[in-house]
C-alpha cells in the first residue's frame, strides 16, 4: 500500500490533514456541548474532591488524585464553574490529538495514522466525553504523554555512563508514568509495560533507572500525603479491598472465587470487546447490548497477531501490547460486569486502533500481497469515521445549544432528576447551614444544591436499629427521597430504591419516625423527609401524618396501615379506619390483630353483619377465645339471628370448663 497514491498523498498533506481534523473535532465538540453535569456522579467527584482539597478538607484518593489537583486552582479562580471545566476537557483531547499525531506519524503506516487520528476526532464517544468532567480526557492526554516520553527513551543507548539528557529523558518517562498511576490506579499499567518492555529487550540499566525514578517519586508524594494530609495509603488499597467482591453493593455475599475471577474476565472481555468496541468503530448500533463470543475470541487472536508481530519486525510496538494486555486485562477482572462502562475502555481506541490496524495492514499488504484487501481495509476506515461523525451530528438539537445559555440549570434534565435537584436546592437554601442531608446522589447534589449532603449509595445494615445507628453516627437528621428511573430514557414507574429500602427497613420497626417536610413535582415527585429517632408525644393528626409518610416510602408497610387505622377509629372516623385496615388485610389475610381491629371498628360503626363475619375468623383462629365468642353472640343479637343462641350455649361451655 505504500506505493498507493492515497499513501503519498497522506504523507505530503499529513499537516493539512491533521488541522482539518482538528478543526472537525472542536466544531463537533462545540456543537455538542451540554453544561449539565451527568447523572453518574463520578464527574461530580472530581469537582467536589479538588474544592475539598483547596479548602483543606481531605486528599483526593478513590477516584485518582492527580485530576481534582490540577483542578483545584482553577477552583480557587472560579468556583466550581462546570461549563468551564467540560470546556478544560475538550481542550485535554485536543491535546491529545495533537501529541497522537505527532508520536505516530513516522512510526506506523500513513494509512493507519490517519485513521488513528480521525478516530480520536470524530469518534462519538470521545466528543461525548469531551463534553463531561470525568477524568477520560485528562487520562488520555497524560497517556499520549507517556507514549511520547517512552519513544524519546527508546532510542537511547546508554552501554556507557548515562548523561545528564538521558537521564533527564529517562526521568520524564518515569514522571509520565507517575502521573498515569494517580489519575487512575489502572495507570499503573505503564511503568509495569515499560519495565517488562525493556528487560524482554535486555536494557537492564534503562529499567533499573526507570523504576528508581519511579520510585522516588512514588515514595515522594506518599510522604507528602502521610505528612500534610495524614493519608498513609499508596490510593489503591481501598479499590483493591473491593476487587474481590461477588457483590459491590453486597458484600455480605463474600468474596470471589478464583473460577468467578476468570468468569469475570471472561465476561467483561465480551462486553467491552464485542459490545463496547465495535461500537467504538461503527460497526454496532449504539443502542445494541448483544455480545458475541466469536468476535470476542476474533479480536483477541488479532490481540496475540499483533503482540507476535512486535516480538518480530514493530519492536516500537510491543509497548503498546504490553500496556494494553497489562491495563485491560487488569480492567477486566477488577470491574464488576454490571457497572458496564465504555468509558473503561474508551481510553484504549487510539492504541487497540494502532495496535491491531497496523497488524492486519502487514498482514495484508506485506504478507499476502493483496491490493484490493488493503484498499478495502481504507474504505472500511473511511466508513467507521463517516459513521461516528454522522452518529455525533444525528444527536446535534438546537434545544440542547439553547439550554446551554439557559438560566434555569436543570432544564436540561428529565423531570425525576429536574424535581431531586430542585429538592437538593431547596433543602439546603431552606434548612439550617450545617445540616446533613442524606440522599442517593450526594455529588451531584452537592454542587447544584450547594449543601452538606451524604450518600446512601447501598443499603447500610439490615436491621431497623444498625440502620438508625447508621444516619445517628453520620449526623444525618434529614433525607430526600427521589424518583429517579431505572431506565433513564423513559418513565416506566421503576425507580431507583437504594433509599426506600433502607428506610423500609427502618419503618419496620420505628413507623412514626419520618415526618414530610416538602415535596417537589407531581409526578417523579422528590421528597424531604426529616427523621425523627426518638419516640414523642403528638397530637393525632401529626401521627398520621408521620404514618403517611412512611407509608409513601414502605408502601406495603401492614403494620403502619393497621396504626393509621387505630388512630382514625381512635378519632371515630371510622372510614378512613376501615379503609385503612382493609388495606392491612390485603398484605396480612391472617393476621388476628388486624382482624380483630376491623372487627371492632365495624362493631362500632354498627355494620353489625360485617363484624359477625370478622368474629367468624377469630373464632376459627381461636376457638377457646371466649371474648371473640362473646362479640360474635352479640352481633347475632344484635341482627336478631337465631344462631345467637348456639353461639351463647358456646360460650356458657367454655365458662364451665374455665372453671373446671
Not at 485536543?94 to 512510526?107: M, Q, S, T
Not at 417536610?517 to 426518638?534: D, R, T
Not at 378512613?576 to 388495606?583: H, L, Q, S, Y
Amino acid at each position: 500500500m505504500n506505493n498507493l497514491p492515497i499513501e503519498q498523498w497522506i504523507k505530503s498533506r499529513s499537516k493539512v490533514i491533521l488541522l482539518v481534523f482538528l478543526l472537525l473535532y472542536l466544531i463537533l465538540a462545540l456543537l455538542s456541548f451540554d453544561t449539565k453535569l451527568s447523572t453518574g456522579g463520578d464527574d461530580s467527584w472530581y469537582l467536589l474532591a479538588a474544592k475539598k482539597f483547596l479548602d483543606g478538607i481531605s486528599f483526593p484518593t478513590w477516584h485518582g488524585s492527580l485530576y481534582p489537583i490540577v483542578l483545584s486552582p482553577l477552583v480557587a479562580i472560579m468556583g466550581i464553574n462546570v461549563p468551564a471545566f467540560k470546556l478544560l476537557s475538550v481542550f485535554f483531547i485536543a491535546l491529545e490529538i495533537l501529541l497522537l499525531a505527532a508520536i505516530w506519524r513516522k512510526r506506523i503506516p500513513p494509512f493507519i495514522w490517519f485513521f488513528t487520528i480521525g478516530l480520536a476526532a470524530l469518534s462519538f464517544q470521545m466528543i461525548h466525553y469531551s463534553s463531561t468532567t470525568y477524568s477520560e480526557p485528562f487520562f488520555l492526554l497524560i497517556q499520549a504523554l507517556v507514549f511520547f516520553s517512552f519513544y524519546q527513551v527508546d532510542q537511547l543507548d546508554i552501554n556507557q555512563t548515562p548523561s545528564r539528557e538521558i537521564l533527564l529523558k529517562l526521568f520524564f518517562f518515569s514522571f509520565c508514568c507517575f502521573l498515569l498511576s494517580i489519575t487512575r490506579n489502572i495507570g499503573y499499567a505503564a511503568i509495569l509495560a515499560g519495565l517488562f518492555y525493556f528487560l524482554v529487550k535486555g536494557q537492564f540499566k534503562k529499567s533499573v533507572l526507570i523504576f528508581l525514578f519511579f520510585l522516588v517519586l512514588t515514595v515522594s508524594f506518599f510522604i507528602y500525603k502521610k505528612l500534610v494530609w495524614q493519608v498513609d495509603s499508596l490510593g489503591v488499597e481501598g479499590q483493591l479491598n473491593h476487587v474481590l467482591y461477588k457483590d459491590f453493593y453486597h458484600p455480605s455475599k463474600g468474596n470471589e472465587s478464583f473460577i468467578g475471577l476468570l468468569k469475570r474476565f471472561w465476561e467483561n472481555s465480551e462486553l467491552y470487546i464485542s459490545k463496547h468496541l465495535l461500537k467504538f468503530y461503527g460497526f454496532k448500533s449504539l443502542m445494541s447490548t448483544k455480545t458475541s463470543a466469536l468476535t470476542t475470541i476474533l479480536l483477541y487472536l488479532l490481540f496475540f497477531g499483533a503482540l507476535w508481530q512486535g516480538f518480530k519486525t514493530r519492536k516500537h510496538l510491543l509497548f503498546i501490547a504490553f500496556y494494553l494486555g497489562i491495563s485491560m486485562g487488569g480492567t477486566f477482572i477488577t470491574q464488576q460486569t454490571a457497572w458496564d462502562q465504555e468509558r473503561l475502555v474508551l481510553i484504549y481506541l487510539p492504541l487497540i486502533t494502532v495496535l491491531i490496524g497496523t497488524f492486519l495492514y502487514d498482514l495484508i499488504d506485506k504478507n499476502l500481497k493483496a491490493p484490493k484487501l488493503t484498499i478495502f481495509l481504507f474504505v472500511l476506515a473511511i466508513g467507521s469515521m463517516s459513521i461516528n461523525a454522522i452518529h455525533t451530528t444525528s444527536k446535534l438539537e438546537l434545544a440542547t445549544i439553547k439550554r446551554n445559555f439557559s438560566k434555569d440549570p436543570f432544564s436540561a434534565y428529565t423531570p425525576d432528576w429536574n424535581n431531586y435537584l430542585k429538592m437538593c436546592r431547596w433543602a439546603s437554601s431552606n434548612l439550617p447551614e450545617k445540616t446533613k442531608i442524606a440522599c442517593r446522589k450526594p455529588n451531584i447534589a452537592s454542587i447544584y444544591g450547594k449543601g452538606n449532603f451524604a450518600g446512601i449509595y447501598k443499603i447500610p445494615h439490615h436491621t431497623p436499629d444498625s440502620v438508625l445507628q447508621f444516619f445517628q453516627q453520620r449526623n444525618i437528621d434529614y433525607i430526600i427521597v427521589g424518583s429517579l428511573r431505572r431506565i433513564p430514557s423513559k418513565n416506566t414507574g421503576a425507580v431507583i430504591t437504594t433509599v426506600r429500602h433502607t428506610l423500609q427497613i427502618l419503618l419496620h420497626k420505628y413507623p412514626y419516625i419520618l415526618e414530610p417536610i416538602y415535596q417537589i413535582g407531581h409526578s417523579e415527585h422528590a421528597v424531604l423527609f426529616k427523621i425523627h429517632p426518638e419516640e414523642e408525644q403528638l397530637p393525632v393528626d401529626q401521627l398520621i401524618n408521620r404514618l403517611k409518610a412512611g407509608l409513601y416510602v414502605a408502601p406495603r408497610n401492614s403494620y403502619a396501615m393497621f396504626l393509621l387505622a387505630q388512630l382514625y377509629a381512635g378519632s371515630k372516623d371510622y372510614k378512613n379506619g376501615i379503609k385503612w385496615i382493609n388495606k392491612a388485610l390485603k398484605i396480612e389475610a391472617k393476621e388476628r390483630l388486624y382482624i380483630e381491629l376491623r372487627a371492632t371498628i365495624n362493631w362500632e360503626r354498627q355494620a353489625y353483619s360485617e363484624a359477625m363475619n370478622d368474629f367468624k375468623l377469630l373464632v376459627k383462629q381461636q376457638p377457646e377465645n371466649i371474648i371473640y365468642w362473646n362479640n360474635l353472640t352479640a352481633c347475632a343479637q344484635k341482627l336478631d339471628l337465631p344462631e345467637a343462641r348456639k353461639y351463647l350455649k358456646t360460650v356458657n361451655q367454655l365458662k364451665n370448663n374455665n372453671k373446671l
